[in-house]
C-alpha cells in the first residue's frame, strides 16, 4: 500500500489517502478481523470492494498505530469505538480516503474525475451554483461539487437530505488545491469551509 497523501491539520485532525496495491491475503494479513468484520467482508461480491473494505482498515490501522473498531450508525455513518476521533470514509477506483477529526464533524469525499457527474448534475447542482461555473470547465466543477456535497451529507447524517436545495456551495475558483464555503440550508444555517485537493487520478473534499 502506498501512501499518497498525509496532512496533518492546525486542529489535530488527520487526512490521509492511500493507493490499493496489495492482494486480498496481503490485505487481510495485516489486521486482526472480528467475525463479524468477516461477515461482512464476505458479503461483497467484487473483489474491489473486498479491497476497499479490507485497506480502509489497513489505513486506520497505520494512522492510529492499533487495529480500529469501526461500528455503524443506522444510517451507515461509520464510528471509530473507543476512541476521540470522528471519522469518515471514502473510496474510488484503487484509493481510499479517511478523515480524523477532533470536533464534532468529520466528512470526506474522493471520486475518480469523469463525464458521468455531467448526466446526474441536475441532482446536485441548484440553477444558483450553475451560474458561476465556467462553461468550459463544466466537468472539473461538477466533480468538485458532487465530492463537496457528498462530505456535506456525511458529515450532517440527516435523512432527506436534498443536495440541490439542502448542500449550498459557494462560488469558488477551482485550482490545484484550495478551500470551499458551503451552508447547510435546513431550519438553521451553518455555513463551513471544506479544503480540496486535485489531481489525474483523483479529486478529495475534507473536513475536519
Request: glycine letters at 4%; one cysteine or more; aromatic letters at 12%.
Amino acid at each position: 500500500m502506498a501512501q499518497i497523501l498525509r496532512i496533518n491539520t492546525n486542529n489535530g485532525g488527520l487526512v490521509a489517502v492511500w493507493k490499493i496495491e496489495e492482494s486480498l491475503d496481503q490485505l487481510t494479513g495485516q489486521l486482526n478481523l472480528r467475525v463479524q468484520d468477516i461477515k461482512k467482508l464476505n458479503a461483497y461480491r467484487l473483489e474491489s470492494r473486498k479491497k476497499e473494505f479490507l485497506a480502509t482498515r489497513c489505513l486506520i490501522k497505520e494512522m492510529l498505530g492499533e487495529d480500529g473498531v469501526i461500528n455503524y450508525l443506522d444510517s451507515g455513518k461509520p464510528i471509530l469505538k473507543n476512541s476521540a476521533y470522528k471519522i469518515s470514509i471514502s473510496h474510488t477506483k484503487g484509493y481510499v480516503a479517511v478523515v480524523f477529526s477532533c470536533s464534532d464533524f468529520a466528512g470526506v469525499d474522493i471520486e475518480y474525475p469523469s463525464e458521468r457527474v455531467a448526466r446526474v448534475y441536475q441532482r446536485f447542482v441548484s440553477p444558483q451554483e450553475e451560474l458561476f461555473i465556467p462553461e468550459d470547465k463544466k466537468i472539473p466543477y461538477y466533480t468538485m461539487m458532487w465530492c463537496l456535497k457528498e462530505s456535506m451529507y456525511k458529515m450532517y447524517d440527516r435523512e432527506n437530505s436534498i443536495f440541490n436545495i439542502n448542500f449550498v456551495c459557494h462560488p469558488f475558483q477551482l485550482q490545484k488545491q484550495g478551500k470551499i464555503s458551503a451552508s447547510f440550508e435546513f431550519e438553521d444555517c451553518r455555513t463551513m469551509d471544506f479544503e480540496y485537493v486535485t489531481n489525474s487520478e483523483f479529486y478529495l473534499v475534507y473536513h475536519v
